[in-house]
């Protein structure tokens, strides 16, 4: 197990430093509130997207009381939202230090690992995390993440079904299961959910290019096609729905549309060449 080492005595140090990390200014001590309600407020800000006024209430509480994990917490999501991943990983490793066991930070670290590609450590961490609490789905979605990097299909999805279980119909944990049965060679099932996905998230980019995969590998090429452009072009769309074709080993019509994208942008399309020797070589023609 991979756990920070932290000195408690650096708490108070580590917090000023992140006020001069962020660039938030804090606010007076006459302008916050104090104790339960002070952190009621914080949490609120956090809510309505106020994060300065979030950081200055957490800082100046954290301040006061470096082992007041409850600050902490909010603290950490805080980083969490704004992406500054070292300082979070700082604020972790103050809940740590206190609480080793925490399903929060633990999750987080997991999460972070996962971020990094430390598949090994993020999902030491994110296994910790659900046996502290079963209810933590953003570790499910993380260990059905790396469950699918590491080609366990059946696991992976019973990851996000458990997640759905907590958070019905969330486009994250929906999208990345529609995904796990593309890969899982299930694109009708895979359909399914990648559309459920956009019913909720309708903006998601990397939802709406597997969804153009997923239909590609059903063998409905110009409304994959179609839906690739939209997206990204077309000679992006031509390469993709011509890999889609090599992938169900219809061959001739991968040529077709694998030309097709080295014709419309031959100086960017290296991996449509590529893609049509691969198909070329697996036809001996």
Not at 152 to 165: C, I, K
Not at 198 to 220: H, M, W, Y
Request: hydrophobic share 45%; charged share 15%.
């Amino acid at each position: 197990m991979h756990k920070l080492q932290f000195n408690k005595s650096l708490a108070c140090v580590l917090i000023v430093s992140l006020v001069c990390l962020t660039g938030c200014a804090a606010l007076p001590d006459a302008g916050l509130p104090q104790g339960q309600a002070a952190l009621s407020a914080a949490e609120r800000a956090l809510d309505e997207g106020n994060l300065e006024t979030a950081f200055a209430t957490l800082n100046r509480l954290v301040q006061a009381d470096p082992q007041n994990v409850p600050a902490l917490q909010l603290l950490a999501r805080l980083h969490s939202i704004t992406g500054n991943a070292e300082q979070q990983r700082v604020v972790v490793g103050m809940i740590l230090a206190i609480h080793p066991e925490d399903p929060q930070s633990l999750e987080y670290l997991g999460l972070l690992a996962l971020a990094a590609g430390q598949l090994s450590a993020a999902t030491e961490y994110l296994e910790l995390s659900i046996s502290g609490d079963p209810n933590r789905w953003l570790a499910l979605n993380g260990l059905g993440i790396i469950a699918d990097e590491q080609g366990h299909y059946a696991a992976a999805q019973a990851y996000f079904l458990r997640g759905l279980a907590l958070v019905p119909g969330h486009p994250k944990l929906t999208a990345n299961l529609g995904w796990s049965l593309v890969l899982d060679g299930a694109p009708q099932a895979a359909e399914i959910q990648l559309r459920k996905a956009l019913e909720r998230a309708p903006d998601a980019v990397t939802t709406k290019s597997n969804l153009a995969f997923c239909i590609a590998l059903q063998g409905r090429y110009d409304e994959a096609l179609q839906l690739y452009s939209e997206l990204y072009g077309a000679s992006v769309a031509a390469n993709n729905v011509g890999y889609a074709a090599l992938v169900r080993r219809d061959r001739e019509r991968a040529k077709v549309y694998l030309q097709d994208a080295m014709q419309l942008k031959p100086s960017f399309y290296i991996k449509a060449s590529n893609n049509m020797q691969i198909a070329y070589d697996q036809t001996g023609k």
